[in-house]
């Protein structure tokens, strides 16, 4: 099976693919160790029209279906070792082209990620640390000892898609009640996670720890305002590694202002990072870190071994797990 490495960052297929998956995926297929970036297609017209397979990452080049028509006749599909397709899957899509993205892979370090920060929020950790240097030992013990701990507390899952399931997956070992705010999330399926369906009200009232992992889109954009940021139990936090477009963001300042006790740790903003001069870098109940929740280091290496595992099963006509359909563009990240 003809097949290509496609992607504006030839940096980023070496640290995804690594020479281990490479050295696999040249024996699987008929390739070579060779980047090819948008311009090499475009400059070398007849050189691709036999390829029937192209692996990708950050950096996958965009193209419109008529480019696809002419460049890539043959194209069956896109192995793409990276999270949201959304910048260049609907051309392919629309061309008969499958994309199968490693978002479930992307998903691991985040979903990690975020546990830890909820563990160590359901112990008063996060005011705990303010206190202790702005009004000293006591007043931040006594801060960590209104906390209940991870027994028995609740916390506030905001989208269940790939990531807030694995998330809600590793919180089992805990002894932990977790709602869910989720509009397609089916009743059946909330079951079987042993979640409580609830309102975006009640998840922000009820919960000691509220994590958003909501997907990007025009529905999902402004939804976390003032109204419910108010509602936040005494000394909450608010996790966001999802996507900074979902809050309003003038809202959040103007709670964190109001009620000093509350927390945010914001992986993510909007736009990222914040301006200069914005009130997050002067708050202290705001915790802003670069976009670090997902893959680092090593841990991308799973992305490539996650599509490699899945062009396995497509050369074997076997259905693939990551696929992504049309439809599920509307609610993916």
Partial sequence: MKAIFLCNSPHNIRRVYGEKTTAALLERCEMIDTVYKKEDILANPTQFVDTEVAFSTWGMPAFTEEEIKVYFPS??????????????????LASGVRVVSAWAANGVPVAEYTVAQIILANTGYFPAIRLFKSDGYEPAGWAAGTARGNYGETVGIIGAGMIGRQVIQMLKQYKLEVVVFDPFLADEKAEKLGVEKCSLTEVFERSFVVSNHLANNAQTRGMLTYDLFHRMRKY???????????????????????????????????????EEGHPFYSLSNCLLTPHIAGSKGD?????????????????EGKPMQYEVSEAMLATMA
């Fill in 75 to 92: 194209l069956k599909c896109v192995f793409y070792g990276a999270g949201s397709v959304q910048g260049f899957a609907r051309p392919f």
């Fill in 236 to 274: 909450g936090v608010f996790i966001n590694t999802g996507r900074g477009a979902q809050v309003v963001e003038d809202d959040l300042v103007k709670v964190l202002t109001e009620r000093p006790d509350l927390t945010a740790l914001l992986d993510v903003t909007y736009p990222e990072p914040p």
């Fill in 299 to 315: 841990e991308v290496r799973r992305m490539g071994e996650y599509m490699m595992a899945e062009f396995d099963l497509f050369k």
